[in-house]
Each structure stands twice: as C-alpha cells, then as structure tokens.
C-alpha cells in the first residue's frame, strides 16, 4: 500500500504569514493528490484536488503543486478562519489513504 | 442543495455490529457520475477511507476492514447503509458518509455521527 507522510505535523503561525505543508508518498502517484481542510467539530472540506487545481469556492491564496512522491500545499497570506487541520489522500490506488494531518495553529 | 445524513446507534456493544444510514437529499444517489462512500476518524486522531459504492452496487472495502464490512445501497429510498461487524473499542470513532466523484475524490460530507463502542 502507498503510505503518505505530511510534514509538519503541527504548525504555528501568525495571521498574514505565507505556509507551506508538504505530503510525501511512499511511491509515485503521477498528480493524484487531494487536500482537505478540517475544522473542530466539522467535516473536512476539499480544497485542491489533482494537486493543483482549486475547488471551486476556495479563496485564490490556497495553491497546491507537486506529482510523483512530493506535494505542497501553500497558503499566501494567513487568514483567522484558515487555522484548521489540514490532510492530503492519495486517489492513485486503492485503499487512498491519508496523510496523518497538519494542525495549523495561531502563534 | 446535496445535503448526506447519517442515522444510526452511537452506542454498540463489544462483538456487535455497527449499522449506519446515509439518506441523501437534494440530489439522486443514482447519478453516474458519483460514487458513494464511507469515512471515519477515531477521536483525535486522523481521516480512515472505509468503502465505497455506485448506485449498481459495486463497492470497494479498504483490505484492513473487508472481512467485517458491508456497504450497500437502496436507490429507492436514496439511501446507501454501513455494517461493520465484531466491533471492538478501536472501532470507536466518527463515521462520514459522502459523496465521491468518480475519481474518488470525496465532494460532499454529513456532518458525521459519533459511535462508541462500549459494553
């Protein structure tokens, strides 16, 4: 099975600051990557699929790239309701795991 | 608007099975461009891909809970359903329906039922 690392695993961050969230695969996975936003209480949200294009919906300063063993996701300028848990799934083969999560906290 | 709703126990006993409902509104379960799947998330701890299904009836179940669960679906009342049987503690956790497109990408969420498993 494809495992898939995100790094950090915790985050702290301030209002306005530029963050990068990487997610590794265990073996390549051409550009078949998901990220997801979970709040407290709430179900996730999808935010990027196909590693880079952005759910419609999604404010513009949510980007993701990457293909093969390496993605990012990055968001240019902080915003209060962006601090949340963050996950990346793998969608090239079955059982599409995700990633352990990223929490974005305030600093 | 698609809007997915969960029903069923939050409470189940050691060795019993876990049975979960997902009604869904505002759209028709038996479109072909969807999939319809099950998630959970233990508490604190991250997102587990349990199955899948289309409205035929084709499923697929992640390896580490196949032998113990079923999904299946009633397109007459827009419904697709969880078993997950022999349950134990680890099996506590909230369980997300949803809805997948094709490439399995989850589109839609319920906001998720909590199941305890506990004698």
């Known amino acids: 099975d494809i495992q898939l690392t995100q790094s950090p695993s915790f985050l702290s961050a301030s209002v306005g600051d530029r963050v990068t969230i990487t997610c590794r695969a265990s073996?390549?996975?051409?550009?078949?990557l998901a990220w997801y936003q979970q709040k407290p209480g709430k179900a996730p949200k999808l935010l990027i699929y196909?590693?880079?294009t952005l759910q419609s919906g999604v404010p513009s300063r949510f980007s993701g790239s990457g293909s093969g063993t390496e993605f990012t996701l990055t968001i240019s300028s902080l915003q209060p309701e962006d601090f949340a848990t963050y996950y990346c799934?793998?969608?090239?083969?079955?059982?599409?795991?995700f990633g352990q999560g990223t929490k974005l906290e305030i600093k | 608007q698609l809007q997915l709703q969960e029903s069923g126990p939050g409470l189940v006993k050691p060795s019993e099975t876990l049975s979960l409902t997902c009604t869904v509104s505002g759209g028709s379960i038996s479109s072909s461009s969807y999939y319809w799947g099950w998630i959970r998330q233990p508490p604190g701890k991250g997102l587990e891909w349990i199955g899948s299904i289309y409205y035929s009836g084709s499923t697929y179940y992640n390896p580490s809970l196949k032998s113990r669960v079923t999904i299946s679906v009633d397109t007459s009342k827009n419904q697709f359903s969880l078993k997950l049987s022999s349950v134990t503690a680890a099996d506590t956790a909230v369980y997300y329906c949803?809805?997948?497109?094709?490439?399995?990408?989850?589109?839609?969420w319920g906001q998720g039922t909590m199941v305890t498993v506990s004698s």
């Open positions: 073996q390549g996975i051409s550009s078949y």
């Open positions: 949803a809805r997948l497109r094709i490439t399995m990408i989850v589109v839609a």
């Open positions: 799934q793998q969608l090239n083969s079955y059982p599409l795991p």
């Open positions: 196909a590693a880079s």
